[in-house]
């Protein structure tokens, strides 16, 4: 059976020496470089560019974003068991209610997320399986919607898990605050303290990596 692209090309580029990087890769717009930052972890393509001029080097970037999709599947299949427990169990007491409509339609989002990350993972992970350097190298080139491709191809399963487990978080923090239990509502709000701490703490450090990588570079 022929396959889309061969792994046999020959590179007629002398040994050692690297491709520029393309003109459509230099200049990219800010939200490209956000989606670029989550992607690869830099605000630029230069890193990836260069993994990108040796069968090893792109070897390691494979293999490294192939963990990631598998530890994303990993989280995916346990957000959709437990929200799938979640939807389709009542509440065993009657204090702590995640059955009434607001906290139930986010464990069901939750539920749906969940299972389109796993979709995503699973063929994101097909896609860079099979893919090769030389091949990348070519769809990165003209820039525009193979780009945007290219970095959708590793960020989407993970913003679908975020949301995934955003979404469970807060049906149990309403189904936590709603609770005629004091100390239902007191571990409630100090979750609630913690998952603020936490999420203010990850954007301060991306914030303060992109804003290192951009003037750096």
Same mark, same amino acid.
């Given at each position: 059976?022929?396959?889309?692209?061969?792994?046999?090309?020959?590179?007629?580029?002398?040994?050692?020496?690297?491709?520029?990087?393309?003109?459509? @890769?230099?200049?990219? &717009?800010?939200?490209?470089?956000?989606?670029?930052?989550?992607?690869?972890?830099? &605000?630029?393509?230069?890193?990836?560019?260069?993994?990108?001029?040796?069968?090893?080097?792109?070897? #390691?970037?494979?293999?490294? +974003?192939?963990?990631?999709?598998?530890?994303?599947?990993?989280?995916?299949?346990?957000? @959709?068991?437990?929200?799938?427990?979640?939807?389709? #169990?009542?509440?065993?007491?009657?204090?702590?209610?995640?059955?009434?409509?607001?906290?139930?339609?986010?464990?069901?989002?939750? +539920?749906?997320?969940?299972?389109?990350?796993?979709?995503?993972?699973?063929?994101?992970?097909?896609?860079? +399986?099979?893919?090769?350097?030389?091949?990348?190298?070519?769809?990165?080139? &003209?820039?525009?919607?193979?780009?945007?491709?290219? @970095?959708?191809?590793?960020?989407? &399963?993970?913003?679908?898990?975020?949301?995934?487990?955003?979404?469970?978080?807060?049906?149990?923090?309403?189904?936590?605050?709603?609770?005629?239990?004091?100390?239902?509502? #007191?571990? #409630?709000?100090?979750?609630?303290?913690?998952?603020?701490?936490?999420?203010?703490?990850?954007?301060?450090?991306?914030?303060?990596?992109?804003?290192?990588?951009?003037?750096?570079?």
């Amino acid at each position: 059976m022929a396959s889309f692209h061969s792994t046999e090309t020959t590179d007629p580029r002398p040994l050692g020496e690297e491709d520029p990087l393309p003109k459509a @890769l230099r200049d990219i &717009p800010h939200p490209m470089r956000v989606l670029c930052l989550f992607a690869v972890g830099r &605000p630029d393509f230069k890193d990836h560019w260069k993994s990108l001029q040796s069968d090893q080097a792109f070897e #390691t970037v494979r293999t490294r +974003l192939c963990s990631i999709l598998a530890n994303t599947i990993t989280a995916a299949g346990v957000l @959709l068991a437990t929200s799938g427990v979640f939807v389709t #169990t009542g509440s065993p007491v009657t204090y702590f209610d995640y059955s009434s409509p607001a906290p139930y339609f986010l464990l069901f989002i939750s +539920l749906m997320l969940a299972m389109i990350a796993m979709l995503t993972s699973g063929l994101s992970m097909i896609r860079w +399986l099979h893919t090769d350097r030389q091949w990348t190298q070519e769809q990165l080139k &003209p820039g525009g919607y193979f780009v945007i491709s290219h @970095l959708l191809s590793i960020v989407t &399963p993970m913003f679908f898990v975020a949301w995934s487990l955003n979404c469970f978080i807060f049906a149990i923090l309403i189904a936590g605050f709603c609770s005629q239990s004091i100390i239902f509502r #007191t571990v #409630t709000a100090l979750w609630l303290v913690t998952y603020v701490a936490n999420i203010a703490m990850v954007s301060m450090e991306f914030m303060w990596k992109y804003t290192k990588s951009v003037t750096s570079g």
